[in-house]
């Protein structure tokens, strides 16, 4: 059984920072392209960043210059460090595992971490 662990949300400052772990466990590999994404209330998921297997990564440009994803594939776990956070910023952020292999495409959400930021 896939499980994917979201930590480190929080309430914190304008200005401040945080960062998100997710830790995978199941069939999830280091073969997986693992993201963040995240929803605000009202409004759709969004994608903040990817990072590859390969380590290639790729961010929402609302978040560019202020966050970055990073992958321990000895512990198969996902970081977003985030920084100079603002309130809209503020939603619940959710991991993401996806694989598209010969025996099918596979996709698992983790069940999201919440963020507040005060102004």
């Known amino acids: 059984q896939v499980q994917l662990v979201e930590s480190g949300g929080g309430l914190v400052q304008h200005g401040g920072s945080l960062r998100l772990s997710c830790a995978a466990s199941?069939?999830?590999?280091?073969?997986?392209?693992m993201g963040w994404y995240r929803q605000a209330p009202g409004k759709q998921r969004d994608l903040v960043a990817t990072i590859t297997s390969g380590g290639t990564t790729n961010y929402a440009d609302s978040v560019k210059g202020r966050s970055t994803i990073s992958r321990d594939n000895a512990k198969n776990t996902v970081y977003l460090q985030m920084n100079s956070l603002k309130p809209e910023d503020t939603a619940v952020y959710y991991c993401?595992?996806?694989?598209?292999?010969?025996?099918?495409?596979?996709?698992?959400w983790g069940q999201g971490t919440q963020v507040t930021v005060s102004s």
């Open positions: 993401n595992a996806r694989r598209i292999a010969l025996t099918g495409r596979y996709n698992y």
């Open positions: 199941g069939s999830v590999s280091n073969a997986y392209t």
